[in-house]
């Protein structure tokens, strides 16, 4: 796929990345690991780039030569770099470069690079570039001193970095197509924007009224800005009560060092915590009506308010924050109590109301009520002394119609629930016979101890009744009619809209009403019966629970099955027509697929339970402290304890003292999500051991917490006693093979002394050289076969412990070179517990055979005494890291002080001794040295790599023999 703007151009790196944030972010990545990078497009453009080294800037990039070498670098590095990877090239200059592609769906658009840099293990070559300096007319000086300030990484320092560059280069790519995908779906949206630009416009102009009209109301507004409420601001007004600056955060949710101490609320005179201001409530979803509240300022200042707190939510209905409005009602306060000096006077006026009684009722939380207050109009107004109502107030209702009974009740609920006005007219019976009507209007309002009062009303309103029955009889029937009938298709249209199947049912069973998503399932209903239309019955089933709520009044929740088979979670509510009648509106939702998904979720659960109880593994399921919450049915058979004994236990009590520590370390690896699988040990309930293979696997939870492993374990005790058998068929093999070569090689030795033997009592030799022949080849394979023979007696047969077979090895010659009055010491200064392989041991032996026999030989002749010195050792500093393996330098020194050598190149020497030393060493991939110094010094060093040897140090010591 070829990616290209929307008018058909090829898409170009700068184009879709933020050149300042990548420039940013790229300086700060030099900053941390010190590593050079550039981004460059395919036309060689530099769009952003760290680090570059003087060398470079101030020299290869300024000399037209070395500036061809830079771009044909560049040019090298980015061909055939597949993406994913990267490229190292050194380039002409001398200096490495490393490279990496940007793709974006395929398409090859730039590259990341980085150089500039040497690599730490390689030697400097300061004559090299020195010589660059005179070719191309640098100053050399300079030169050497940008050199010298190059980066000097190592490949470890390479690789993790170019990690960072290809993922840096791969999330380029992934942003930058969703970039251009997005950025052509925007180009077919202008037109559609530009349509909507002009009404945007006149939404900003009445935004910004909106902000005008909330810093010109007198009420103090606040906004909380995110369901969480950590951030709330407030207009002009309330940042004049608290003498703050507008934008100041208010919240005292915020976080930790950014809440407001400036101000407090309280409330009855207790301080309100954060999780119960209104804002925060709101916030929450819950909506805050006529709170009151205390704010008191820092400087103490105390100001009275109320107000009310609502959620805002989002286009999806989720929440986004709140919004909360509050007055000052601190002079309301002042005021109340010149209000209750008032309030008897008032109560005065009441009592002389004409045609009017004022009263208080009171309901408690219980559901008892009582008048607190009557005036003493009531009795004018309907024949009933107010102090009797007081004492009883049934004798009230008793006067109230018994069909109007009902309306009252339910009237009163709903206004003590809603906190609404309460306003209704109904007749009375008076003493005397007559029928007054009367009208009660009162406003409720909670307590502070959650009783409900109501300030009321009552009203004779016989003459105004007699007026409007007159008009009723004309005018109020059509009236009310086609107010009925307009409610009604307003309802129905709401119902139109719902997602869910909703149906009216009038008490005969007909379908009064259908919404869409019921049409489509059952079709148009014809105002056919519901068991006719819905499944095809001729009469009402028995068992249908819909019409239980015209007689109980309360919901009902059932399920119902079709004919078809199709399975709906049905809902029967009670509901009043707009016209009073009574009817049952029934919710029906499709669950049939919810229903099949749900018996093969119980089917798949009930297999893989089965899976799990005949598994032949243990299975474990432990929490994140490693305390059992499941095992299988398999711990029984392999551990023998009942499962009651194993669930809920710490695993530590089932496994072996030796692997615990291992255990524990491989917890915390499971708290970083790594998988993994090893041989554990565990111990049965008898105290015997069983070898287990084990999986673990961690667990997280939706929030990335870690709550515990999952673990199968496997019985591999039959294989872990094969392999010990195995082993010790294959150490007997091995000790054998190796006291079979020491008796062959001492077969040899003994054959090429009974030859010298035999030359040494011809007449006809009168040559030593013969005679020597044979003894250094009798030496040489004595060398060997004490390898073999430490192989044999040691408990190892891969590695050989080369201290003590040196001590022996040198013990021979000395005995094997006698040299009559000349008394020769030795002193070996040897690393202890140093273990070589037969690859290494074999040639070492030999040089060291070869070196202390020549010194015995040649080094002391004509003199009465003197010394060989033998060190082995770990070279300090030299471990190093290859891309295969890790290994070790040693350091073998072979010296005497004796006549010397003279100065002849030790390579060229007729000597076979000789020969064969410089060969052993090309063979050990070592270095030989020769020093002239009070004697000769050979210095032999040599690598050992763990891959191909096993070395074990201890404590270094020194040993003295003569």
Not at 9 to 30: P, R
Not at 432 to 443: P, V
């Amino acid at each position: 796929m070829h990616i290209s703007k929307a008018d058909g151009t090829a898409i170009e790196l700068a184009s879709i990345i933020d050149t300042e944030a990548v420039q940013s972010l790229i300086n700060d990545f030099y900053r941390l690991v010190h590593i050079p990078m550039a981004l460059f497009d395919l036309k060689g453009n530099v769009l952003v780039s760290a680090g570059w080294q003087d060398i470079c800037t101030k020299f290869h990039r300024v000399n037209p030569e070395t500036c061809k070498y830079c771009i044909e670098s560049d040019q090298k590095l980015s061909l055939n770099v597949a993406p994913g990877k990267y490229k190292l090239y050194k380039c002409r200059n001398n200096i490495w470069d490393v490279v990496t592609p940007i793709m974006v769906e395929g398409q090859h658009i730039g590259n990341i690079f980085s150089g500039q840099f040497l690599f730490e293990d390689e030697p400097l070559d300061y004559e090299l570039f020195r010589s660059q300096a005179r070719k191309y007319g640098f100053n050399e000086e300079e030169y050497i001193k940008a050199l010298e300030k190059i980066p000097r990484l190592s490949r470890e320092d390479i690789d993790t970095g170019m990690a960072f560059f290809m993922t840096f280069a791969n999330m380029i790519s992934q942003l930058s197509y969703s970039n251009i995908k997005l950025s052509q779906s925007l180009a077919e949206r202008d037109a559609v924007v530009e349509a909507l630009q002009e009404s945007e416009k006149r939404e900003k102009a009445r935004s910004n009224e909106l902000a005008a009209v909330l810093d010109a109301v007198p009420v103090a507004v606040y906004t909380t800005h995110d369901p969480q409420a950590l951030k709330i601001t407030g207009n002009r007004l309330s940042c004049e009560w608290l003498r703050i600056p507008p934008g100041t955060n208010l919240s005292k949710s915020a976080h930790e060092g950014e809440r407001p101490e400036f101000f407090k609320l309280f409330k009855d005179g207790v301080e309100i915590p954060p999780e119960k201001m209104p804002s925060q409530l709101s916030a929450a979803g819950i909506e805050v009506n006529d709170c009151e509240l205390d704010i008191v300022s820092a400087d103490g200042r105390i100001r009275h308010v109320l107000g009310n707190a609502r959620p805002l939510r989002d286009e999806n209905g989720n929440l986004r924050g709140s919004i909360s409005a509050f007055i000052d009602i601190t002079e309301r306060k002042r005021v109340e109590e010149a209000l209750r000096k008032s309030e008897e006077h008032l109560r005065l006026l009441s009592d002389n109301l004409p045609d009017s009684a004022v009263y208080q009722y009171t309901l408690d939380p219980d559901g008892s009520g009582c008048f607190q207050y009557v005036s003493a109009g009531i009795e004018r107004l309907i024949g009933l002394n107010s102090r009797d109502i007081l004492n009883d107030p049934s004798i009230l209702y008793r006067i109230i119609p018994s069909q109007y009974m009902g309306e009252l009740i339910e009237a009163g609920v709903r206004s003590a629930h809603e906190l609404s006005d309460f306003d209704m007219e109904l007749p009375v019976e008076l003493p005397d016979g007559r029928l007054k009507w009367i009208r009660l209007n009162s406003r409720p309002r909670r307590l502070p101890e959650g009783s409900t009062i109501w300030d009321g009303v009552l009203t004779d309103i016989t003459r105004l009744k007699r007026a409007e029955e007159v008009l009723r009889e004309s005018e109020s029937r059509r009236k009310v009619a086609e107010a009925v009938d307009t409610e009604r298709r307003r309802f129905f249209d709401v119902l139109e809209t719902l997602p869910v199947m909703i149906a009216l049912l009038t008490p005969d069973h007909q379908i009064a009403f259908a919404n869409r998503p019921f049409r489509e399932m059952f079709g148009n209903s014809g105002n056919r019966h519901c068991f006719e239309h819905c499944f095809r019955n001729n009469e009402q089933f028995d068992s249908c629970k819909a019409y239980k709520i015209l007689e109980t009044g309360q919901p009902y929740h059932w399920e119902i099955t079709t004919p078809e088979g199709r399975v709906f979670d049905t809902y029967n509510l009670p509901f009043i027509d707009v016209d009073g009648s009574r009817m049952t509106l029934e919710m029906d939702i499709d669950i049939t697929e919810r229903k099949a998904a749900e018996e093969m979720l119980r089917d798949s659960e009930e297999k893989y339970r089965n899976i799990v109880e005949t598994a032949n593994e243990i299975i474990l399921i432990t929490d994140s402290e490693a305390v059992i919450n499941y095992a299988n049915s398999k711990v029984v058979d392999m551990l023998e304890y009942p499962l009651d004994e194993v669930i809920g236990k710490p695993i530590w009590g089932f496994i072996s003292k030796e692997c615990i520590p291992a255990v524990r370390q491989n917890l915390e690896k499971r708290r970083q999500g790594i998988s993994e699988s090893y041989e554990l040990k565990l111990i049965r309930k008898d105290g015997s051991p069983v070898w287990t293979f084990l999986n673990a696997k961690p667990l997280f939870d939706r929030n990335g917490s870690f709550t515990g492993v999952m673990s199968m374990l496997t019985d591999i005790s039959k294989r872990k006693e094969a392999e010990e058998a195995l082993a010790n068929i294959e150490t007997a093999r091995k000790k054998e093979i190796h006291h079979r070569i020491k008796n062959n090689l001492q077969v040899i030795s003994s054959l090429l002394d009974l030859q010298a033997d035999q030359f040494k009592n011809r007449e006809d030799i009168k040559d030593l050289e013969v005679l020597s022949a044979f003894r250094e080849s009798q030496d040489r394979v004595i060398s060997m076969a004490l390898i073999h023979e430490e192989l044999y007696r040691g408990s190892g047969f891969e590695t050989l412990n080369f201290s003590p077979y040196i001590q022996e090895l040198t013990e021979n010659l000395f005995n094997t070179y006698s040299l009559g009055d000349t008394r020769i010491t030795l002193s070996m200064d040897l690393e202890e517990d140093l273990f070589f392989n037969m690859d290494t041991a074999v040639p070492l032996g030999m040089i060291v055979n070869e070196l202390v026999s020549n010194s015995l030989k040649h080094a002391f002749g004509g003199r009465d005494k003197g010394e060989i010195c033998i060190q082995l050792y770990r070279e300090k500093l030299t471990k190093f890291k290859s891309e295969e393996s890790e290994g070790t330098v040693f350091v073998l020194k072979i010296s005497d002080n004796g006549l010397g050598i003279p100065e002849i190149d030790v390579e060229n020497l007729d000597s076979l001794g000789m020969q064969l030393v410089t060969s052993l060493v090309d063979q050990l991939d070592g270095k030989l040295e020769l020093k002239r110094n009070n004697g000769t010094e050979f210095i032999i060093r040599f690598k050992v790599t763990d891959k191909e040897n096993k070395v074990q140090f201890a404590l270094k010591s020194s040993h003295t023999s003569k």
